[in-house]
């Protein structure tokens, strides 16, 4: 997944707070589509909090799905990511920065 991670500038993601903060670690843009009948609506909570941290854009699954994903597209259809954003320490630690950031969320 690292390799992908690392190849990929723009996601999209259901609200899984893991694949969440694995892609931010990457510096990937996310359209999230939180899954609608999630346990206590909880991908639709971390999504709300990614969108609020990164700028990332929520869009629920609906009938205009398409319609919105077309019109987010254009937001981020330009989108490269920076590499020098991208903290190579912080890759190498990625599983211990993921717990935590999980654990503060979780807080929240």
């Given at each position: ?54 700028e990332d854009i929520v ?20 989108y490269k990511k920076n ?26």
């Amino acid at each position: 997944m690292a390799y992908l991670y690392a190849m990929s500038d723009i996601a999209f993601t259901r609200g899984s707070v893991t694949s969440l903060s694995e892609q931010a670690l990457f510096g990937i843009k996310k359209i999230i589509i939180p899954l609608p009948f999630s346990g206590g609506n909880h991908q639709f909570y971390n999504a709300i909090k990614y969108s609020e941290l990164y700028e990332d854009i929520v869009v629920e699954q609906n009938d205009r799905l398409e319609e919105n994903v077309a019109m987010f597209l254009e937001k981020f259809g330009g989108y490269k990511k920076n590499w020098k954003e991208v903290d190579n320490f912080l890759l190498i630690r990625a599983k211990e920065v993921i717990w935590k950031k999980l654990f503060k969320l979780d807080k929240e």
